[in-house]
């Protein structure tokens, strides 16, 4: 058992490690940004909910915020792959 | 149903599948710059790329589109085009110029934020119409591909430095530089200012920095999105896969052209709208 773990351990470790860097960086900047754009669209809902004639003056706020937030993901899927590439 | 879909599935497996298999496959491959016409004049690299040439075909299309939607044979009673056009100009005017911009300084930046805005708008869109310019042949034809020049950072700097110029020129055009630079400084207790000035200046850069990567990584990531699910049939090298991987390329595609580009034009127009706007009239 221990030979079969010590076989696997010998291949590529950094390649697996920068995998591992990348899939973290690209998730949890999506985690982060999922939360966010979900509290976007809710605030929205509750919003034209509440007072409908104010839905064309929100849906650009609303567009707005949803771009910002959207973009955090590219940060951290450019910085992953910065580190992917050049470390 | 079922047998049908056997079928497809027994065909599939049958059809040579080493006809599929284009050795290597990298989708990155597709943002790689060529030098296709050389132009050096001295240290500086004119040379005309693939990027280039889509950005050539974006501003004709975005004259083409001004001119034949808002100027030619303008009627007082509007036909479908002129309709469409007075929309687009709507848009541009009270969803992101009075945004942004204070009424005193509408008239001079007005037509900026509307060329950018129609500008990345039509950039976005032509990247996702398959066009003969990947500079490959294949047996002697062009080979068709999807590629958008904003999808390079050096095209959304280029237009992030403009509307960072623009910021600071205005706002110490309006204000004088003394009073300008003084607003940069926050109302906080002295102690903390050598902490929250170096902050602010930051901030300013970092701006730059987010307004060109925002695009950039957004138009990067809707490419090779689509190109590595595409990809995957010649990576795994079989065709089982076409129908998995076509409706999958196709959503993504369908919300890339139906939201992403026009949102990105939109976005990219409004933030300059709000930074020249925040640097002309400071106290807000």
């Known amino acids: 058992m221990i030979d079969i773990v010590l076989a696997e351990a010998t291949g590529d470790v950094t390649d697996a490690g920068k995998a591992i860097g990348l899939a973290l960086g690209v998730g949890l900047g999506a985690t982060g940004a999922g939360i966010g754009i979900g509290l976007i669209f809710s605030s929205m809902i509750q919003s034209v909910a509440r007072q409908p004639e104010l839905r064309g003056e929100l849906t650009g706020i609303q567009w707005l915020g949803f771009a910002l937030t959207e973009a955090v993901v590219f940060y951290g899927l450019l910085g992953s792959i910065l580190a992917f590439v050049l470390v | 149903m079922r047998r049908a879909l056997f079928l497809i599935a027994t065909l599939a497996l049958l059809a040579p599948s080493s006809a599929f298999a284009r050795g290597e496959f990298d989708p990155t491959h597709e943002f790689e710059q060529h030098e296709w016409v050389p132009i050096h004049i001295g240290p500086l690299d004119l040379s005309i790329t693939k990027a280039v040439v889509y950005l050539m075909l974006g501003s004709v299309l975005t004259m083409a589109l001004g001119i034949v939607l808002m100027r030619w044979r303008v009627q007082v009673e509007p036909g479908t085009r002129q309709t469409f056009g007075e929309q687009i100009y709507e848009v541009a005017q009270t969803q992101i110029a009075e945004q942004g911009l204070p009424h005193k300084a509408i008239g001079r930046w007005f037509p900026y934020v509307a060329t950018l805005f129609l500008f990345i708008f039509v950039v976005n869109l032509i990247g996702f119409i398959p066009l003969p310019l990947t500079g490959e042949t294949y047996r002697g034809f062009p080979v068709w591909g999807i590629y958008a020049a904003t999808s390079s950072l050096a095209v959304t700097l280029a237009l992030a430095l403009l509307t960072f110029v623009f910021t600071h020129f205005e706002g110490i055009r309006w204000n004088g530089p003394v009073h300008y630079f003084k607003s940069w400084i926050p109302d906080a207790p002295k102690a903390l200012l050598f902490l929250i000035v170096p902050l602010e200046i930051l901030g300013q850069i970092m701006r730059l920095i987010s307004l060109s990567v925002r695009l950039f990584a957004n138009m990067l990531a809707g490419h090779i999105l689509i190109l590595t699910f595409i990809g995957l049939m010649f990576i795994l090298e079989t065709v089982i896969l ?43």
């Open chain 2, 242 to 284: 076409a129908p998995f991987v076509i409706t999958v390329a196709t959503a993504f595609y369908i919300f890339e052209v139906v939201i992403v580009v026009g949102i990105q034009a939109f976005i990219f127009a409004t933030l300059s709208a709000i930074y020249i706007g925040s640097a002309i009239e400071p106290q807000h």
